[in-house]
C-alpha cells in the first residue's frame, strides 16, 4: 500500500518569493508522482507529474518538481509566486500496477500582496 | 472538450432520502472512481471501476454504491443517506494506458 504525507498544512508567502511545498511518500513498489491544484469552489487540476526518466518534472503555471527516489520525496516548487497561484495543493501517488490514487491531506497555499 | 461531467453540483437531502449523484466522461477512459473530500482529510476513495461491469470498494466503500453498465458513466448511489456523508464528492476517469486522473468539479452534499 501507499501513503503520503504533505508536512505543512499551512503556507503562507508574500508574492513574487519563492515557495517549496514538501510531500514525502512511502510505497513497496515503484511509483508515480502527481500534484493536483484546487481553487476554491472547483475541481482538482493536474499541475504536473512523474512518470519515469528525469527527476525534475515542469508543469502548469511555473511550478517544478523533483523526485528524489532516496529521500522518497516529491516537493513542488515555484520560484515566483503571484496572488493567482492561492490555493491547496495535493500531492498523490500511484502505486505501479494499482489503478488507485492515493492523497495527501493538502497544503494551502496563500499569497499575500 | 474532455470533460469529467457530474450532477449535481450541490444537492441538500435529509436523512434516509435515497439519491444517486451522476458521472460521466467522454474520454472513452476504461478506470473511473468516486472520491469524497473532507476537511483535514484530503482526498480518500470511495469505489473505483476498471472496466464495464467491473467495479470494487475503496477505502471509505461504507454507504454507498456503484454501477458501471455503460464505459462512459459510473453514477454514485446512497441508499440511506446519512449526515455522516455530508462532503464534497469527486468523480475522476482515466485511460488505463495513462497516470493522470481527470476529475470532474464536485458535487457538494449535504444530508440533514
Known amino acids: 500500500a501507499q501513503s503520503v504525507t504533505q508536512l505543512d498544512s499551512q503556507v503562507p508567502v508574500f508574492e513574487e518569493a519563492p515557495v517549496e511545498l514538501r510531500c514525502n511518500y512511502s510505497?513497496?513498489?515503484?511509483?508515480?508522482l502527481f500534484w493536483y491544484v484546487q481553487y476554491p469552489n472547483q475541481g482538482l487540476q493536474l499541475l504536473l507529474k512523474y512518470l519515469s526518466g528525469s527527476t525534475l518534472v515542469k508543469g502548469i503555471n511555473g511550478f517544478e518538481a523533483e523526485f528524489n527516489k532516496s529521500q522518497t520525496s516529491f516537493h513542488l516548487r515555484k520560484p515566483s509566486v503571484h496572488i493567482s497561484d492561492t490555493a491547496e495543493y495535493f500531492c498523490a501517488v500511484r502505486g505501479s500496477g494499482s489503478e488507485k490514487l492515493v492523497f495527501g491531506k493538502g497544503t494551502k497555499l496563500t499569497v499575500n500582496p | 472538450e474532455a470533460q469529467v461531467t457530474q450532477n449535481p453540483r450541490y444537492l441538500i437531502t435529509v436523512t434516509g432520502k435515497k439519491l444517486t449523484v451522476t458521472c460521466s466522461q467522454n474520454m472513452n477512459h476504461e478506470y473511473m472512481s468516486w472520491y469524497r473530500q473532507d476537511p483535514g482529510l484530503g482526498l480518500r476513495q470511495i469505489y473505483y471501476?476498471?472496466?464495464?461491469?467491473?467495479?470494487d470498494k475503496g477505502d471509505v466503500p461504507e454507504g454507498y454504491k456503484v454501477s458501471r453498465k455503460e464505459k462512459r458513466n459510473f453514477p454514485l448511489i446512497l441508499e440511506s443517506p446519512s449526515p455522516n456523508q455530508t462532503s464534497l464528492y469527486f468523480c475522476a476517469s482515466c485511460r488505463s494506458t495513462d497516470y493522470g486522473y481527470t476529475f470532474g468539479s464536485g458535487t457538494r452534499l449535504t444530508v440533514v
Open positions: 510505497s513497496s513498489v515503484s511509483v508515480y
Open positions: 471501476s476498471m472496466n464495464v461491469e467491473v467495479t
